[in-house]
């Protein structure tokens, strides 16, 4: 038999490389995961994966993506500045079919490969939660329940979600209801209020 014929290449390989390190994450954890467990549970080699994710917490992120229903940051309008801030907090609870401990350590071992600047650049510039902040304050502004606008709210009350956001995924793994209530009631309805 031919190796070449039945080497896998490309989406197949890159598929099964994800998959197992998807079982993997389940089985043993994020900490305990190794890239050698993946190539040998995948039946590869570690160059193979080392040339798509040169480290562990993009190879689970990956799979990650490839596992978790994609995660919509679009909101709807419910009505009121806080309703539209709980569901854009709700729709990270997707984040609750991985354990807490395992989210975390991905997130720490990502955020150690990021110089302070990269952080904070993908913080303030373009994510998804950012921009669904501007239209979660613009619905706010134009229901009268706030007088900011998107011309005079500040960049930092603007990217204070994804901070809090992050802070609670690394600090506990999840955005519990009861944090994401006390984040939106004690921080940002006083904040985006203030001026009102």
């Not at 014929?5 to 197949?12: K, L, N």
């Not at 040998?40 to 040169?54: F, M, V």
């Not at 992120?61 to 806080?82: C, K, N, Y």
Request: include cysteine; charge should be negative; charged fraction near 25%.
């Amino acid at each position: 038999m031919n190796n070449n014929a039945s080497r896998r290449r490309g989406a197949i390989l890159e598929n099964a490389i994800l998959d197992e390190a998807w079982l993997l994450l389940n089985q043993i954890g994020y900490s305990k995961l190794t890239m050698d467990d993946v190539a040998r549970a995948a039946k590869t080699n570690k160059n193979a994966i080392y040339r798509r994710w040169p480290q562990k917490c993009y190879l689970i992120f990956a799979a990650l993506s490839r596992h978790l229903p994609s995660i919509e940051l679009e909101v709807s309008d419910h009505g009121s500045l806080r309703e539209d801030l709980i569901a854009l907090f709700n729709v990270l609870n997707l984040f609750e079919i991985i354990r807490p401990d395992d989210l975390r350590d991905a997130i720490l071992d990502m955020l150690s490969n990021m110089t302070p600047y990269d952080l904070f650049n993908v913080i303030n510039n373009g994510n998804g939660l950012r921009e669904s902040t501007e239209t979660i304050i613009t619905r706010a502004n134009q229901r009268k329940e706030i007088s900011l606008s998107i011309d005079t709210i500040s960049e930092k009350a603007l990217n204070l979600p994804a901070i809090l956001i992050i802070n609670e995924l690394v600090l506990h793994g999840r955005i519990t209801e009861t944090n994401t209530e006390d984040i939106i009631d004690n921080i940002l309805l006083p904040i985006y209020k203030a001026s009102k």
